[in-house]
């Protein structure tokens, strides 16, 4: 920065500035600033820090403490805000769990009634398979005695058509 815009900036007095560069030049500004033919001098941050009056330096400080504050204030915002969103989100979870901790009873209760039928229907198709061969036993014997009968019938239509006409009864 040149020594002008330090002074414009600032609204400090030429001869103030260069009257503390000259009484400091060799010590604390020494190679912080340079001198190039026809123009102001140009200095280097340090030099433009060194050189601006303490109630210029108190209000940088103010301000950017100041800024320091709000920016303070708006984590704290943030803070709060997440803080209730991480409320919110503990509350759902739990939630969540105590549903899921009642949906695996749910489904231990299911399951346990599912055993238990498929232990009716295993013990039913038992039975099933009993009558069944009971019934297929009962039909094989009917069968044979229809097939019995059948025969002593034919046996006896046969001896009946043997026997004459005359010696019937009932003609």
Known sequence: MKVKEL????D???????????????KELAGHFTKAKGESLELDD????FLLPTHV????????????????????DKLESAEIIAEQTDNQLS?????????LAEIDRLK????????????FSEQLETERRK????????DKRINELTEENRLLTEK????PKIFRKNQ
Do not use: P, W
Request: charged letters at 35%; glycine letters at 2%; a negative charge.
């Open 7 to 10: 002074c414009s900036n600032y």
């Open 12 to 26: 400090l007095k030429f001869q103030t500035v260069y009257k503390k560069i000259s009484h400091h030049k060799d």
């Open 46 to 49: 340090f030099a433009v820090d």
């Open 57 to 76: 330096k108190v209000m940088q400080a103010i301000e950017e403490c100041e800024g320091i504050a709000r920016e303070n204030a708006e984590l704290q």
């Open 95 to 103: 939630k969540a769990l105590a549903d899921n901790e009642n949906l």
């Open 112 to 123: 346990s009634s599912l055993s238990e039928k498929d232990k009716e229907i295993s013990e």
């Open 135 to 142: 019934s297929k036993q009962a039909i094989e014997k009917r």
């Open 160 to 163: 009946y058509e043997a026997v």
